[in-house]
């Protein structure tokens, strides 16, 4: 769509505001609006103007509970200032479920879950799903409907720190994995709540850029993409960190020496991010190179349950190339 310049007096320049954007939005005249400069972009918005907020309603008649999860997580993720949920039926009850990280167990598909057989409500699901979400809150609530809304405004700030956040929650599991592998399972056991802030810290990063975008608009694709990588490196070691839990298997200095490596990945990925240099890019490669041949020169010797391990760790691996890939395209 192109607009017009118009001169106005001897120093102002102007331009129209398509009609049905402004319609859109409850733009009148008369009210404020944030222009804000992106390189050789401005960016229009109707933040902080009264005008009406964008909005959508879900109807979770039939969604399974996990489905409803994703269904709330996706217009959160999407940046909706109001989300209405209707259809909210009476569902099951089979056990008291108040909030807490334990209960997103109950969200999950039950031959994903390790517990079976119990079963919360609709509300209960909704209001699960809410509580894990950063800077919004259900604030009319009936029989079988509810009004979620922003309760806050995000800024580039708020964005940067979560962002930090993911990746020493990573760092975080990381260590953790290395430590039950020696027996201390301390870690492991509150894995599931690192795991719940690390996907607080992500879904929030996604909506912050589907909302405002990037700080440098022409990023903001890239940052999506490097976000969702940090996503998949998250799930990777929560399904590491639960198989040692769960197996209390013994493993080999072969396992051990290969996920030192990875871990040392990670540290690298952190570091290349928040101060990139061409050196340290280099190293990731090269260090990636190796722990692949020590892999294969130890694949035949480990048991089964190492072999399961050293599939993660292989994905990892790949993920870490990928951000270090992204990484590289933030410089351009």
Not at 159 to 172: D, M, V
Request: aromatic residues 8%; hydrophobic residues 35%.
């Amino acid at each position: 769509m192109k607009r017009k310049v118009i001169k106005q007096g001897h120093n102002t320049l102007t331009i129209t505001l398509p009609s049905k954007w402004a319609n859109d939005r409850g733009v009148r005249p008369g009210d404020d609006i944030d222009v804000v400069e992106q390189e050789k972009s401005l960016v229009i918005s109707t933040e902080g103007n009264g005008a009406i907020p964008s909005s959508t309603v879900i109807d979770i008649s039939g969604l399974t509970t996990p489905l409803i999860w994703r269904y709330i997580s996706s217009a959160y993720r999407a940046g909706y200032d109001e989300i209405t949920v209707n259809s909210i039926g009476r569902g099951r009850k089979d056990l008291y479920s108040a909030f807490s990280y334990n209960t997103l167990e109950y969200l999950k598909d039950s031959s994903q879950s390790r517990i079976s057989g119990l079963h919360m409500t609709p509300m209960e699901t909704v209001s699960a799903c809410v509580n894990r979400l950063i800077g919004v809150e259900i604030i009319d609530q009936k029989s079988n409907y509810c009004l979620i809304k922003e309760m806050g405004e995000v800024t580039d700030k708020e964005f940067n720190n979560a962002l930090r956040r993911i990746f020493i929650l990573l760092q975080t599991e990381a260590e953790s994995i290395t430590e039950g592998l020696v027996g201390k399972t301390e870690g492991l056991k509150a894995i599931h709540i690192v795991d719940t802030n690390l996907d607080r810290f992500e879904d929030f990063c996604f909506r912050v850029l589907n909302k405002k975008g990037y700080s440098t608009m022409r990023k903001t694709n890239t940052m999506h993409s490097l976000i969702f990588t940090l996503e998949l490196i998250g799930d990777e070691l929560k399904k590491m960190a639960i198989h040692i839990f769960e197996d209390k298997g013994k493993y080999t200095s072969m396992v051990k020496e290969i996920l030192n490596a990875i871990v040392e990945q990670l540290n690298r990925s952190y570091k290349l991010f928040y101060k990139f240099n061409k050196e340290l890019a280099v190293e990731i490669y090269q260090k990636d190179n190796e722990a692949t041949k020590v892999a294969l020169k130890y694949y035949k010797k480990l048991n089964d349950d190492e072999k399961e391990l050293l599939h993660h760790i292989k994905k990892i691996g790949i993920y870490i190339l990928s951000l270090t890939e992204l990484r590289i395209d933030l410089e351009f």
